[in-house]
């Protein structure tokens, strides 16, 4: 399984950012995909998450009404629309992929990509 995120940058707060995570390999239809972010000193923390077997998205409840993920025309791409940007949501931005339904906790069995920067200025 390979996962690469892009769409990171810098932006001032208020803006907005989408990233894309492009997902390969998933040998199995039933699976979830989630962005995480880490901040430095900080651990890292589940952001949102969709599947193919649940009908809604879920999020933590820092970024709800804020961001939006969803997926392309092609399931294995998932976006990840951030409105609103606050610089709290400074952070680097994964995605991460494993078999069965959404968390926002990480499983030792996801797979992850290698991330994206986000920097949100105020």
């Known amino acids: 399984v390979q996962l690469v995120e892009s769409g990171g940058g810098f932006v001032v707060a208020g803006g907005s950012l989408r990233l894309t995570c492009a997902a390969s390999?998933?040998?199995?239809?039933?699976?979830?995909i989630a962005w995480f972010r880490q901040a430095p000193g900080r651990e890292r923390e589940g952001v949102a998450c969709?599947?193919?077997?649940?009908?809604?998205?879920y999020y933590d409840d820092s970024v709800k009404g804020r961001f939006a993920i969803s997926r392309g025309n092609e399931k294995s791409t998932v976006y990840l629309q951030m409105n609103s940007l606050k610089p709290e949501d400074t952070a680097a931005y994964y995605c991460?992929?494993?078999?069965?339904?959404?968390?926002?906790?990480?499983?030792?069995?996801?797979?992850w990509g290698r991330g994206t920067q986000v920097t949100v200025s105020s």
């Open positions: 991460a992929a494993d078999a069965g339904r959404c968390s926002l906790w990480a499983r030792p069995s996801c797979h």
């Open positions: 390999g998933l040998s199995d239809d039933d699976y979830a």
């Open positions: 969709i599947s193919t077997s649940e009908r809604r998205p």
